[in-house]
């Protein structure tokens, strides 16, 4: 667990100079470190993130080449060949920590709250089945204080909850390297405003 603080820490750090706009050069993309990387990766963090262009994990924490392993699909939500991805970097590279990352204002999130209060109306098919597996995290709130009642930054905070438990419910990989002590597995959620990433469990 060690090696997951450390890896927290380093994000921090850099989500922490990213904010204060001071760039480490780590992060510059050099010939010498491509031809470096041709030699193998070791990310040293699994980003889970959203596809919205204003949330790049390696611009948010200030990492350069080989540092993290990002996958990006709308909404951050978890589907099979997301697991996969994410225990290919455990299992192959020993990466000790996965960040689940959503953001404020995210078009998902918000467009699960319009389906919940108009069911179908506006959204193709393909975007539904992102819709569906954001809902179940999104609901519980709903059906509490209201749909109405439910803000885009609650609706981000449960989903990434629900993201992170989905990810050790569906993977006995992942949920062995945790409970060894090899894998931490966080939610965050990064602010587009103020370029703060929040972490929700350190």
């Known amino acids: 667990m060690k090696r997951a603080q450390q890896a927290l820490a380093a994000l921090k750090a850099g989500?922490?100079?990213?904010?204060?706009?001071h760039q480490s050069p780590s992060g510059a993309i050099s010939g010498e470190k491509r031809m470096e990387l041709t030699q193998g990766q070791k990310p040293f963090a699994v980003i889970l993130g959203c596809s919205d262009?204003?949330?790049?994990a390696e611009l948010v924490?200030?990492?350069?080449?080989?540092?993290?392993?990002?996958i990006r699909v709308a909404g951050n939500i978890v589907a099979p060949s997301l697991i996969g991805s994410i225990e290919f970097s455990v299992a192959e590279f020993d990466t000790p920590l996965v960040v689940?990352?959503?953001?404020?204002e995210c078009g998902a999130v918000t467009a699960?709250?319009?389906?919940i209060k108009e069911p179908g109306v506006g959204v193709s098919h393909?975007?539904?089945?992102i819709v569906r597996r954001i809902k179940p995290a999104v609901t519980p709130l709903t059906d509490l204080v209201g749909v109405d009642n439910v803000t885009v930054s609650q609706a981000v905070?449960?989903?990434v909850q629900k993201s992170v438990d989905q990810l050790l419910a569906s993977s006995d990989l992942l949920e062995d390297a945790l409970g060894s002590g090899k894998l931490n597995i966080v939610g965050a959620c990064?602010?587009?405003?103020?370029?703060?990433v929040e972490f929700y469990d350190d």
Do not use: C
């Open 15 to 21: 989500n922490q100079r990213f904010i204060d706009e």
């Open 126 to 129: 393909h975007i539904q089945s």
């Open 53 to 56: 262009s204003r949330a790049p």
């Open 100 to 104: 689940v990352m959503g953001h404020t």
């Open 112 to 115: 699960t709250l319009n389906d």
């Open 190 to 196: 990064y602010n587009i405003s103020t370029g703060v």
């Open 61 to 70: 924490f200030d990492q350069g080449l080989g540092d993290l392993f990002v």
């Open 157 to 159: 905070k449960a989903n």
